[in-house]
Structures are given as C-alpha cells and as structure tokens.
C-alpha cells in the first residue's frame, strides 16, 4: 500500500482545563458558548481552543456547558435520543457523511436551519443545514444528548471517558488517512451495516490491516496493546527495515519484534523512559495522535 504523505505538522500535545461551568439551562447558552470560538483553526486531533476538530469541538462546548458527551464523531452518533430533521431544536448534534463511508462530522444545530461546527477549511463557523452544495446532501441524523425543555431531574454519574483508543476508533482513523476505499463486505458476527463504524471497519479488515479473532467478532469497543499497534501501523502504512534499538521488554523472538524494531527505525517511537516499550501496554489516544502525526 502506498504511504500517505501527511501535510499535517506533528504537534505538541496541549492540556488545557475547560472552564468550570454549571450545567447550561438553555439550549441558547450552549450556542453562545460555542460561538466564543468561532475562528478558531481547524486541526487533526484537536481538543482545545488551540485548534479541534470537529467532535472536539463539540465535545468541549457540551463540556463547557456541563454535559458530557464522547468524544469521537462516531460515538457521538451513538449517544443521546436520534431526533427527525423536522423535530429539531437548538443544541441537538447533527451529522453528515463528507467520506462516503458513514458517519464522519458533526455540529451543533441552531434554530432557522443553520448548525456551528469545526470545518476542516474554515475552522469554527456557521452554516446553512441545508446548503444545496455539500452539506445538504450529506446530512445523515441527529441526536439529542440533553432536552433542555424537560423538568430538572436528577443527574446520571458521569461516565469519565476512556483515555485509550479502541479497534474502531483506529480503524476509522487510518480508512480516513489511507483513503481507503469503502467496503461493504462485513464477516464479523458484532459488526453489521448499522454500525457507526461499519464502513471503516470494512475497509480496514479488505485491506488486511485488520481481522477477527477465533470467534469471529472485530470487537470494535476493544483497546490494542501498543505490540498489536505495532503490527498495524507497520502493515498499514508498508513501513520497512530494522533497527538497533533494544527494549528491555522485547525479548527475541517476540511476535512483533520486527514490527516494533520497525517503528523505532522510522522514528515513530522511542519507548518509555525505562527503556521498554511497554508491550502489554493499552494504547493511550495521546499516544496514537503522536503515532500518527509522525509517519510523514
């Protein structure tokens, strides 16, 4: 498979805390947070106002607001009550399908038809919901994650959001990067073409980058270890050649010895501190941002 060649700049990884905020009372309040940033660049990965993409976004302005949503396009399709496009009201999410392979942005709708969203090429902005020339036609549903009409009721635990990346989010991610064409050719017995992510998965699994277990399932909610990552990235990306690196954790013989060896020969990684790779590892989200942003 041809590598990609990225025009995106790796960057360093940014923390910032969102405001402290009470939950909004209105859908009104969550748009005018949401227009505080407007402008603000359009960026791969991104999560604060130092650039998002488009469910960063939205996920920090639900933060802001105080209502926690996920943090994925796809997860966000998942979450909330689905809403017909003639029933709905300010602050609902809406979604589209701009790769041709499902659900892939998101924004957030306000009345007289418009929604504000991260664009890739204008960041932050708002736009006509039914804009004949793009987004009407890509227009796939919407969800409602909180009714702001109904009675104060007391609140559900939050649920904190996973820090490590699943099967699926990778998947969606290298289908998106690597172009992948997509593919309705689903043999896994916990992914149908219902799935948020089944046209991803799809694509992933044709392009030998990813498989089943024993049993058949993809097991699209699973976390990797950073050794499994190994052998996905170095087959995704066709990455080459060896290296003298040694971590104490991969010993020889390994099963992906050569595929770790193999990202440390192209600078993808350089392991822990300690010397190890961390082989058992769950792969942090930050991580495979850091992964991904450097294979130029």
Excluded at 95 to 115: E, L, M, P, Y
Excluded at 117 to 126: K, L, N, R, Y
Excluded at 163 to 173: D, L, N, Q
């Amino acid at each position: 498979m041809k590598r990609i060649v990225y025009t995106i700049l790796a960057s360093l990884l940014i923390f910032m805390s969102v405001p402290e905020a009470a939950s909004a009372k209105s859908a009104d309040q969550v748009i005018n947070i949401g227009k505080k940033y407007m402008g603000i660049k359009y960026r791969y990965g991104g999560t604060t106002p130092a650039g998002f993409d488009c469910s960063g976004y939205t996920q920090y302005v639900f933060r802001e607001a105080g209502v926690s949503i996920p943090r994925t396009t796809g997860s966000q399709f998942g979450t909330g009550q689905a809403v017909a496009k003639s029933n709905l009201k300010t602050g609902d999410l809406v979604f589209f399908n701009t790769s041709g392979r499902g659900v892939s942005h998101v924004g957030i709708f306000i009345q007289g038809g418009k929604f504000i969203h991260a664009s890739t090429s204008q960041g932050v902005t708002i736009t006509a919901l039914n804009d004949p020339y793009y987004w009407g036609k890509r227009y796939i549903g919407a969800r409602r994650v909180k009714n702001f009409d109904a009675a104060p009721a007391v609140a559900a635990p939050v649920q904190k959001e996973s820090p490590y990346i699943t099967r699926g989010e990778v998947a969606k991610v290298l289908a998106e990067k690597l172009n992948l064409p997509a593919s309705s050719d689903l043999n896994f017995n916990d992914v149908d073409a219902n799935h948020p992510l089944a046209a991803e998965i799809g694509a992933a699994a044709a392009a030998g980058i990813f498989g089943g277990d024993n049993n058949g399932n993809f097991n699209p909610n699973e976390s990797l270890t950073r050794a499994q990552l190994a052998k996905v990235l170095v087959d995704a990306f066709d990455l080459t050649g060896s290296s003298d690196v040694q971590f104490t954790d991969v010993k020889p013989g390994y099963w992906a010895e050569r595929h770790i060896n193999t990202l440390a020969t192209n600078k993808v990684t350089s392991g822990y501190a300690d010397g190890s790779f961390g082989i058992a590892n769950k792969v942090e989200k930050k991580h495979f941002d850091t992964f991904i942003n450097r294979l130029n």
